[in-house]
């Protein structure tokens, strides 16, 4: 049942302040703890030495953020597989590694070869990250967290995505915890964001208008740059998967600092290049990015938090988020991202709910 709403996808895009909620909600209760991940999981995150992340798509995003969380809270080395790629791939595992699972579905081909690859490359612990709680992927894992999205019926993953990254972050602050490589008061700061994210994503909800003005305006490109730099860099990429696979709009997301050694050689006029900013210490690198891009004739879409305004200058158009989102922006940056895939699609008068050629779950190699 749609109810109000167009297509899943946009209903699925509204559900994410209570999806969130509901994934976050024995975190919220019990603050971080690797108690979240089950009873073993303070024995083996004691034990870790390393971490590696598999996953396909959207779910790759995901990993690639859940690498700056948990490198920054925790010090532990943390690599990030395309599953298809890792399970191709020959090279041991450290002892003591932990694999990070991530699937939506749970039955994802690859990523399934991946971690019995995996399996067989050292000895290794296999946390899966998902959103069916009887899946393949969840029986054959050492530890399970579940995400609480709900059924996901639109192909591109929305609210699936955005709970994996605050399961992920949970899982960043749970595995600082157990290790104590924080001190109590930086956790404590971290714990203190998550009770505001269904707020954040509620009071980005009036935002969409102004993006279904950007999207009339984009649905006649044919092709789109999105940066980003630090968290923000994955959440770029995956604006860019969006775009490409509901609107069949030629994407590529790019880390800010990559400009320059590539991508900046196709900046024109027709470049329509969306960029999300957060006023951290890197603003500073990202603003000489943007003026390389204004430079050569670029259009720039800059979705930025409060304080960016020194790039307004550089901008074709500009939307700022109502808050700061702090450690959480790569979460919080998502949802106009969506909006905008899903606007332009609606323009495009694509199936956004079943994009060609693609399937929910993709249980085939
Ligand atoms: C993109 C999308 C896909 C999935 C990918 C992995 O919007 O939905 O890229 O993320 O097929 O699927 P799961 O997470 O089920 O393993």
């Not at 979240?36 to 396909?56: E, M, N, P, Q, W």
């Not at 279904?212 to 994955?234: D, I, Q, V």
Request: proline share 5%; hydrophobic share 45%; charged share 20%.
């Amino acid at each position: 049942d749609l109810g109000p709403y167009r297509h899943y996808m946009q209903k699925e895009i509204f559900a994410q302040p209570v999806a969130l909620a509901d994934t976050l909600a024995a975190a919220l209760k019990h603050g971080f703890s690797p108690a979240l991940f089950g009873s073993d999981a303070h024995d083996i995150f004691s034990k870790t030495t390393a971490i590696r992340i598999v996953a396909c798509g959207s779910s790759y995003h995901a990993g690639l953020v859940a690498r700056y969380w948990i490198e920054e809270y925790t010090g532990l080395p943390v690599s990030v597989d395309i599953a298809s790629e890792y399970r191709y791939r020959s090279g041991k595992e450290q002892d003591g590694t932990l694999i990070v699972a991530i699937s939506q579905s749970g039955e994802t081909a690859d990523l399934l070869a991946a971690l019995r690859s995996a399996k067989e490359r050292g000895q290794v612990h296999i946390l899966a990250l998902c959103n069916v709680a009887h899946s393949t992927l969840t029986r054959e894992a050492d530890l399970v967290a579940l995400t609480h999205a709900g059924i996901e019926i639109g192909v591109a993953s929305t609210k699936a995505f955005t709970t994996q990254l605050a399961a992920l972050f949970t899982l960043a602050g749970s595995l600082a915890h157990c290790r104590q490589t924080l001190d109590p008061a930086a956790l404590a700061e971290l714990a203190n964001c998550l009770p505001r994210l269904p707020a954040m994503f509620t009071d980005i909800f009036p935002l969409e208008t102004a993006l279904e003005e950007w999207a009339h305006e984009l649905s006649h490109y044919n092709h789109a740059l999105f940066l980003g730099r630090h968290t923000l860099f994955p959440i770029a990429l995956e604006g860019a998967l969006k775009l490409k696979e509901i609107a069949y709009i030629h994407a590529e997301g790019y880390a800010a600092g990559e400009l320059k050694h590539g991508p900046l050689a196709l900046v024109d006029e027709e470049m329509p290049v969306i960029v999300c900013a957060a006023n951290d210490a890197l603003f500073d690198k990202l603003l000489s990015n943007l003026r390389e891009v204004q430079a050569r004739g670029g259009k720039i879409f800059l979705i930025a938090e409060p304080g960016c305004e020194a790039a307004f200058d550089y901008c074709h158009r500009t939307i700022t988020l109502p808050s700061k989102t702090g450690p959480l922006a790569p979460i919080v940056f998502t949802l106009p991202l969506q909006f905008l895939a899903y606007h332009t699609a609606c323009r495009k008068g694509t199936d956004v709910d079943k994009p060609r050629n693609l399937a929910k779950s993709v249980t085939v190699e």
